[in-house]
């Protein structure tokens, strides 16, 4: 079971360095300076990140088909090639790329996350089949880490020039991953750790230290309290202590397998004694009861069910519009004369990390809600306070910018981590790699037209004030309607979709 438990401690640190498209808003203004592009053409750039989602269900195929450690590797090497040529564009290490050359390349990039975040996936459902959104939150909470570690690192090597600045981040993009992907592939297997068992007193201590891990990255993403009291190398110091610390858990697993011969972090439950006298098939029935699988269904048959497009556009009117809302910051920000981007970016992350585990928490400490309310039921929850937020923006003081992009990265965290289950509820376990990669693909099709939208109507803004760039509440005041009115139309949705699978759930409990 130690290397059970450290299975989930490679996917988390995988995770935290995984989520290389959100250092975007942190190197986005100086990227449009260098290359001389219009405000349409940089959210394209942003854009182009997430359409590298609409070929990730290659890497569900791949997953199914050779060994996960294979699919890792692939997956870091198309990172390497996309953010590693256009940080030697910038670098003036390669003679001169046109847009279009840049735009491919973070396309390629962007489909890079796709391949480690599927292994991610599989390796929490495989490993921990019983316990799958608990091991899957805490895994991709991690992602909400991402940008607050790179912009760390980048704020110790290049604390002030904003050229240096764009060309270290793209570097981190393009190397850490891959050393991650190296280190973590002798873990990227299925992993026997016995019958199906509740894992409690690992999971507890798991939980305590992902929360201090994200309560040290909100802290310290306030950067103007936290700067007169710790230095940048510090912070840097700690968080990369704080990734560490899960590693407490298959170490202590691993003393007593030694001891004692025998796991004693496990809490044998009632199903478990009936598995022991040979009953195996109680462990089907824990297993329905736990996840609430409506079917198993295929790509093919799921496309054509009510409930997927339901699902479809609830991602695309939540998750995706959080997504956008962030992929504009630095520019959202400069608009509102902020000139905080750098700590919005770690401050919507460290929140994006709560948000992802806050799921699994309400899960684990109250396992009778996943039965009153599905999966599509809490992201309609989730989704509701996102609304206001967005209404929230049309007020100019930074207060609400700040409040607003917390409330925004930590709904935007919670749907993306529920909506892994959400897929396994409505169409089962079997074909997740494929099913879920088809369904995140709204998030470029939502990236290009909202952002598209967003940008047209900050272009009007710029010929309005007659200024090179757009600054005042004109730039993004019509943006951030449209996008709460949207968001309203996903949460009705979203409760739609709870009421059409609690339905459903009943009929397939009956047959």
Known sequence: MALQWLSLVATMWLQSINGTNSNFPAYSSELKRILSISQLQLNNLASASDAGKLLGWISGIAAAHFPLWLVLLIGSLLGLVGYGIQFLFLANRVSSLSYWHIFLL?????????WINTICYIIAIRNFPLDRQIAVSLSTSYVGLSAKLYTNIVDVVAPTSGAERAKVFLLLNSVLPLIGCIGAAPLARNVDGGKSRKLTRGFSTMFLITIVSGLFAVITSLGSVVSRFMPKYVVLVGMIVVLFLPLVVPLVERIREKIQHKCLIVVHDEGLASIENGEKSSDTQRNTLEIGVVEEIGANLMVRRVEFWLYFFVYLFG???????????????ESRGCSGTSSLVSLSSAFSFFGRLLPSLLDYFYPKSKREL???????????????????????????LYASTAIIGICTGAITSISVSTTTQLFGAKNFGVNHNILVSNIPIGSFLFGDFAALLYNRGKNASGEGDCIGPECYQTTFIIWGSLCVVGTVLAFVLHARTKKLMQSHNRV
């Open 374 to 400: 599905s999966r599509a039921g809490a992201m309609g929850a989730v989704m509701a306070p996102m609304c206001g937020a967005f209404f929230l923006l049309l007020n100019l003081h930074d207060v609400s």
């Open 106 to 114: 973070t396309v390629l990039a962007g489909n890079s996350i796709c």
């Open 319 to 333: 998750a995706t519009l959080g997504l956008v809302y962030l992929n504009n910051l630095g520019q959202i920000a």
